[in-house]
């Protein structure tokens, strides 16, 4: 199962407490107590992984390691261990006192998320002209304490959606060798998978439904993930008696979602071809160009007609790199 919206508790290292000590060696006795050192701090750092967010499904609360007291003779206390917390590329972080948000967008970008607590200063700090013999010091204070809402809204350059059972799995596993499951569901699989065409990144956004918008069935939790994808791969089943009417659905709930989702680069992808004459799909192409020109036809099982896709896909690599 993808976790791909948790909240957590996070809690910063303490400072470690100054020290008081004074030199015990004849005429040098004074102060020599240490700082304390820092605490840990916490970073959330992006990978590679759609499947990180799993790490926090029981382990709701992190915390990271305080700093040690100052030591004797200006020796400053060890500082707490930073911790770094894997998040999938795409992960949005929101604090849910402040209502401010960060996101992770590239493998390997740190975040801070809670800053660990400064160490205390030692005596040795206080010493003056007229305080020779200081016994004052600091305590450590203390680490950021946040409560955050993990959320992936996942970064692909091309996402595929459609209804259930249109194809999707079947044709990212051909183009990218995903090995997403497949089968002939009559609901929706369960979690987006990713595959990689060359320098792009394929998502197959699981089976939308109608009233997705409004909570029904997965949909309100796949349609966040079609927001960062660049353009969509619309997939319509040839063997669909309603394939207009197949189309507008899903173009409503994306609307009803993000007005913004329909503005994005759009390809309509006739599926199956295979399972229907040539011309049901030239009337079904017809139909469908009233609402988007850009249409093609495909079998997973032609060689042929999957050349149209992959050319899309090569001047989509060609933008890309420009």
Not at 52 to 75: D, P, V
Not at 293 to 302: C, P
């Amino acid at each position: 199962m993808l976790i791909d919206d948790v909240k957590i508790n996070i809690t910063a290292g303490k400072g470690g407490d100054g020290s008081v000590y004074f030199n015990k060696n004849k005429r040098e006795q004074g102060p020599t107590g240490g700082d304390g050192g820092r605490g840990g701090s916490v970073y959330v750092v992006g990978v590679s992984d759609i499947g990180a967010l799993k790490f926090f499904r029981f382990q709701k609360k992190i915390k990271a390691e305080e700093g040690k007291k100052g030591g004797t003779y200006f020796k400053h206390g060890v500082s707490g261990k930073d911790i770094y917390l894997n998040v999938p590329v795409g992960t949005v972080i929101c604090d849910l006192k402040k209502k401010t948000t960060k996101e992770v967008k590239k493998i390997g970008e740190e975040v801070l998320v809670a800053r660990g607590g400064r160490g205390g200063r030692g005596n040795f700090q206080f010493r003056s002209s007229t305080n020779t013999t200081p016994r004052e010091f600091e305590y450590g204070r203390e680490g950021e304490q946040v409560r955050v809402r993990l959320e992936l809204k996942m970064i692909a350059d091309v996402g595929l959606i459609g209804l259930p059972n249109v194809g999707k799995s079947s044709l990212i596993n051909e183009l990218t060798r995903a090995k997403s499951k497949v089968a002939n569901y009559s609901f929706t699989t369960l979690e987006p998978s990713l595959g990689a065409y060359y320098e792009l990144v394929l998502a197959d956004i699981p089976g939308l439904i109608e009233g997705a918008s409004e909570g029904k069935g997965l949909g309100v939790k796949f349609l966040r993930h079609v927001e960062r994808t660049k353009v969509l791969f619309h997939l319509i089943s040839a063997s669909s008696a309603t394939p207009t009417n197949d189309y507008l659905v899903i173009r409503r709930e994306l609307e009803n979602h993000n007005p913004l989702l329909v503005e994005k680069k759009e390809y309509i992808i006739i599926s199956k071809k295979d399972e229907v004459s040539e011309g049901r799909i030239e009337k079904i192409k017809k139909e469908l160009k009233r609402k988007n020109k850009d249409v093609v036809a495909v079998s997973i099982l032609e060689e042929e007609s999957l050349k149209e896709v992959k050319k899309i896909l090569g001047d989509l690599i060609k933008e890309k790199k420009e």
